[in-house]
Structure formats: structure tokens, C-alpha cells
């Protein structure tokens, strides 16, 4: 008979940040949640699965995308995961793993296991297998008065949403609470780590962008520039896209959310090309609008365009902290609703390991350590195009920090650019 051999372990995957980081953050989850619900109260957070049928519907690009208020709050990349923060128990902070059927190994590869070597490289109090979560959950329940904290949000809701609505159907007779509104404060200022990962997925797009717009004059279908973009990004890492790029071609352009690619890219149009890698699960959100032949010689596109690049520099400008994101859109959207244009879309939105973290609002006062999007355009259908053009701005002490601020906007720079330069 062959002789078997073991199944080694997969490598660690996650943990982007310092331990110390994830265990801060559980610590003020907890201390959050005592103080808004009147004692302490368990937290269920859960990770994304490896398959799912409404995800797997979805096309997907890169390596397996971890929940991000999961991968927030542990770093672990794990599918099917689960971890609970249990205030009253001796071990806080527990992480529930599948321990898999081994005669799916081969199918699948090994799964992370529960024992003492993951905890200590995970960092946390304990790490057990899934089947002890039931008990565990009950005691923990029944000690905070048959209460139980989760995360979820209407807008824009994610994999973690989601679950809670499954979840709710289990978890008969018990008090369910969301913590998310507490936590997301947390998640607005980035510390130096998280800004570092940001800056690095912004390094990716701008080599995808690098080696793909002097290209763009030679192609012929947005299918072929999407497809050019998206390997330029998953081949620096395989990290996940931020999300699945836009480009847009003449009037398909003026679709914000455009979601088919499929068109043709026609000769001498504008092409609008919204995209975004990752790194660490931390994204990048940029957008550029240029001519397909790679010169900007039709005198009302150019027109338009400057009119943007107009606003894009005023948002950057006055992107300061102890403004109000209402009160930055009203500076940066001036010139373009003083030419008669109108707004369809708000100037900024919150970047991180979400491509809109949570916690956008008009009223949000911009502090040090956020990162936002600055994003200007002007749609024209009947016109056969759309402009937008997006950086993302790291507010500091005094200001902003353009972090995009090396990829082309200007129109001599994209020429440039787009001819090889």
C-alpha cells in the first residue's frame, strides 16, 4: 500500500496589522457595547464563507474577500469562521473554526486548526472547533439576560448583514442587539498600519493604470480594458478588487454605476475607467476619464473636463479637519452647478477595508485619519459622455494628503501617459 502522509497545516493567511491592533479593538468593542446596552453584553461577529450561493452568483475576482468588520476585528482569513466576544467569561475573546471533513482535503485543501499554534499566531484568548460554539453561546447569552450583540447595516449591508438576518431564525428567545453604530466610529480615523496598506493598494492601481493606458488607443471593447485592468491588479498579489471595475465608453459613461463592460470602446469617445485594487483587504478608489485615442482634441469634452478637474482640485483644497462633508461638497461642487450642471452624486464617501466604510453621512466632520474619495463629474447622455474624475484625500493635521496624486490627471500628464511617457 502507498504510504500517507500527513496534512500539513495552511499557511496563516490575514493579520495584516500588529496583534496588539485586533486585540484593542475587541477590547473596545466590549467596553462600547457595557456602556450603550447597561452591562456587559456578548458580541457574535461572523466571517464571510468559502462558498456561498447568493456570493457565488456574483462574479468574483482574487482571492477569498473576508467580512471586513470580521477581518477588523481579528485579521483572520479564514471562511466560515466565527467569533465571539464574550465579556463575562474567563477566555474574551474565543474564534470558532470549521474543522472540515478530511475527505475534502483534497477537494478543498486543510483548514486552519483550532489549536494552540493558531492561537498564539491569531493572538487571541482562544480558538476552538465550531461544534463548541453552541454551548458556549447559550452560557454566554443566558449571562448578559438573554442578550446578544451583532453587526449589521441597511445600506450597502455586506455578508455580516446578511448572516444576522439567518441568524435571527436560530437565536429564538433572544434579545438581539446591533452594535455596529458603536463600532463604526472606530473604523473612520486609520491608524499609520491601516495607511500604509492604503497607500500599497493605491501603488497596485496606479501599475495596473501605468501599464494599461498607453494600451487603450489600440483597444477595441470595454471588455478588453476591464480585462487588462483586472489582471494588471490580481497579478501584484491575487488580493481581491475593491470591486468589479467600470468602464464606460461615450454615453455609457454617464451611467454611474455602469455594470456590463461590454461595449465598444469607440474611436476618439471618452472612456470613463472607475476601479480600485486592494491590499490587505484595504482599498483603492480611483477614477479617470480620457480620450480613447489619447489626446484631449475635442474642444467641448476638454471644456467639461477642466470644468472638473476645477472642482477635484477645490475638494482637495478644502479637505481639512472640522469641515463637514455638506460643507466641502458645497465649495467643490460650485463651478460645476454655477455652469448650469447639476449634482447627481455626493463629492466624498469613507475608504478602508470597505470601498464605502461605513459611517459616510452629510454630516460627518472630517478628522485626522480619515480617508475619503473626491470625486467631482458631470454625466451628459444626450451628449454621449461623462466625466468623473476620483482621488482619495488622507486628512492630516492641517489639510489633505492627495493619495493619488501620481496618477495622471491633468491633460498633459494623462497625453503623457497614455502615449507611453
Not at 483572520?76 to 463575562?88: S, T
Not at 452594535?179 to 498600519?193: M, N, S, W
Request: net charge positive; proline share 8%; aromatic share 6%.
Amino acid at each position: 500500500m502507498p504510504k500517507t502522509h500527513p496534512v500539513a497545516p495552511p499557511p496563516l493567511r490575514g493579520c495584516a496589522l500588529p496583534l496588539a491592533t485586533y486585540r484593542r479593538r475587541r477590547q473596545a468593542a466590549l467596553r462600547l457595547a457595557k456602556q450603550a446596552f447597561g452591562g456587559p453584553v456578548p458580541i457574535l461577529v461572523i466571517a464571510s464563507p468559502w462558498s456561498d450561493p447568493v456570493l457565488d452568483l456574483t462574479p468574483v475576482a482574487g482571492r477569498h474577500r473576508q467580512d471586513p468588520w470580521f477581518d477588523w476585528l481579528c485579521g483572520c482569513a479564514e471562511g466560515g469562521a466565527l467569533l465571539l466576544l464574550d465579556p463575562q467569561h474567563r477566555q474574551p475573546d474565543t474564534l470558532f473554526l470549521e474543522v472540515g471533513d478530511p475527505a475534502r482535503v483534497v477537494w478543498d485543501g486543510a483548514r486552519l486548526p483550532p489549536n494552540a499554534a493558531t492561537k498564539k499566531a491569531l493572538g487571541m484568548s482562544a480558538v476552538a472547533p465550531m461544534e463548541e460554539l453552541k454551548g458556549r453561546l447559550a452560557r454566554a447569552c443566558d449571562a448578559a439576560g438573554g442578550r446578544l450583540a451583532m453587526l449589521w447595516r441597511d445600506r450597502e449591508p455586506g455578508w455580516q448583514s446578511q448572516a444576522v438576518a439567518q441568524w435571527r431564525r436560530k437565536l429564538r428567545g433572544i434579545e438581539l442587539l446591533n452594535a455596529e453604530p458603536l463600532l463604526v466610529p472606530l473604523r473612520r480615523r486609520k491608524d499609520a498600519d491601516e495607511v500604509a496598506l492604503t497607500r500599497r493598494a493605491i501603488a497596485v492601481t496606479w501599475a495596473g493604470l501605468k501599464a494599461v493606458l498607453p494600451q487603450i488607443p489600440r483597444m477595441r471593447t470595454e471588455a478588453e480594458l476591464a480585462g487588462a485592468l483586472i489582471g494588471a491588479y490580481l497579478s501584484a498579489g491575487y488580493d481581491h478588487l475593491a470591486f468589479q471595475p467600470i468602464v464606460g465608453s461615450a454615453v455609457n459613461g454617464a451611467t454611474l454605476h455602469y455594470k456590463h463592460n461590454d461595449g465598444k470602446l469607440l474611436a476618439k469617445a471618452p472612456v470613463l475607467i472607475d476601479s480600485g485594487a486592494t491590499h490587505a483587504g484595504y482599498c483603492a478608489d480611483v477614477t479617470r476619464t480620457l480620450p480613447q485615442h489619447g489626446r484631449f482634441d475635442d474642444p467641448r469634452f476638454r471644456e467639461v473636463y477642466e470644468l472638473v478637474l476645477r472642482a477635484n482640485a477645490l475638494g482637495r483644497r478644502h479637505a481639512r479637519p472640522g469641515i463637514t462633508l455638506r460643507e466641502l461638497n458645497e465649495l467643490a461642487w460650485k463651478p460645476i452647478l454655477d455652469a448650469g450642471f447639476p449634482r447627481l452624486h455626493g463629492l466624498s464617501h469613507l475608504i478602508g477595508l470597505d470601498v464605502h466604510d461605513p459611517g459616510t453621512s452629510p454630516d460627518l466632520v472630517l478628522e485626522a485619519g480619515m480617508i475619503i474619495s473626491n470625486e467631482p463629474g458631470v454625466y451628459l447622455p444626450e451628449e454621449g459622455f461623462g466625466i468623473r474624475i476620483e482621488d482619495d484625500l488622507l486628512i492630516t493635521a492641517d489639510g489633505c494628503e492627495e493619495l493619488t496624486r501620481m496618477i495622471p490627471k491633468t491633460v498633459k500628464a494623462v497625453e503623457k501617459a497614455m502615449a507611453g511617457g
